[in-house]
């Protein structure tokens, strides 16, 4: 198959059904001769922040001289996103070859009256295969969904788990409480290998260190770090950070909102364990690393005159963190808000939460057959007092902002990662053009 044959078959013939389950996908890495199992991982869960964490310890593997591969998902606008070796995207070639491959071996396993593998469990045999034939030093894994039961959980003993923020989302797959999806996501700790938590509520807290503890995993959470903020500008931050285990002095962070700082802080923990465990990482790669690190759609300046944010912010708790970076760096500014979300999301909340820092709202519908409509969201923001449009079209209400929005002005997009895709699409095409 060649590229577009191969998204053919993934996105028309396999579907995006998601199915809990590792069965699948074990039948389908014995096919491949078990790769997850010779792979040195760090696996990354959570509710937020993890691909931030991924791409922050990514760039500092990559500056402390590691040939890094890294899987995330979702993709923003190309299948090729989910697949980075040293930051760089796989292929189309090798894209195609590797699903060439899944698809051959799926049909072995129907031919054999087996489960047939979804979606992300193809995806994520391909990141097991691709990798290990890159030859990586360390392989970055992200939890597509929850971690007990996601296709990435088969990896036996990796050389770290690391647990980012945890709040409430996919309640449909993971529970309907904040303990249920805590004890969902403590799933990837594997015994007498060492876990890493981001700053959580206690409750949370005491369920993965218990979770940890029945694991004879090493525990390690970064409560007692000092914070001190030089500058926190749309060039990046420049911080210092302290605690009873290392001091530094002066990072710059590339990555832009304020949310970014307690992501980096897990991220700095992961690099002090790293270290105890044999992975050299000196404080230059750290520095350099965090400099450099990218990542798309995540606070994301697109453009300027006005300002165009585009932020992945697709639950609550990612829309207050949105809401507390506006606060910090466009306190003065004009805000024309872009909002398109899904309707199994706590999208009442949502709105509610980032409405304040809008003078005017234009409703549209993200790319998905989850869609919420433009007139179920609207009823949400009724007691909006500002300007309330509504454009289906994700193209069309940009061109709406920009006609709404001064000079000095910005223009927001946010609510869907399907949405930020297709705007970032839209925005490469339309600066093109």
Known sequence: MNYQECIHYL??????????????????????????????????????????????????????????????????????????????????????????????????????GKPVPTLFEITTG???????EKQVDV???????????????????PLLSLIMSISIDHTDFLGDTIEKIAMEKSGIIKKNCPVVLYSQ?????????DAAARMDAPFYCLN???????????EGTVFSVKNKCFSLENLELSLLGTYQLENCLAVLEACLVLNKNGLSIPEGAIRNGLKNARWAGRMELCGRAPLVIL???????????????????????KVTLILGILGDKEYRRMAEQILPFAETVILTEPHSERRLDVFS?????????????????IEAAYERARTLTPQDGIILCCGSL????????YLKHRKNS
């Open 11 to 112: 996105e028309e013939d396999v579907g995006f059904s998601s199915i809990p389950g590792l069965e699948r996908i074990q039948y389908l890495c014995d096919l491949l001769g078990n790769p997850e199992q010779r792979l040195p991982v760090i696996h990354v869960a959570g509710t937020n922040g993890k691909g931030s964490a991924v791409a922050m310890l990514s760039s500092i593997l990559k500056e402390a001289g590691y040939r890094v591969g890294a899987y995330t998902s979702p993709h923003l606008e190309r299948y090729n996103e989910r697949y980075l070796l040293n930051g760089a995207e796989i292929s189309d070639d090798d894209f195609a070859k590797e699903i060439t491959l899944m698809r051959q071996l799926c049909e072995k396993l129907a031919a054999e």
């Open 126 to 132: 391909v990141a097991f295969h691709y990798f290990y």
């Open 139 to 157: 392989l970055i894994l992200e939890v597509g969904l929850g971690g007990r039961f996601d296709a990435t959980n088969v990896v036996p003993h």
């Open 201 to 209: 509520a206690e409750l949370v807290y005491n369920i993965i260190k």
């Open 224 to 234: 007692d770090a000092k914070i001190r903020v030089a500058s926190q500008t749309l």
């Open 311 to 333: 932020d992945g912010a697709h639950n609550a708790d990612g829309i207050r963190q949105l809401a507390n970076s506006l606060s910090v760096y466009f306190k003065e500014k």
């Open 377 to 393: 969201l609207a009823r949400s923001v009724s007691d909006f007092s500002g300007t309330v449009e509504m454009e289906k079209e």
């Open 418 to 425: 399907y949405m930020i895709g297709a705007m970032r699409t």
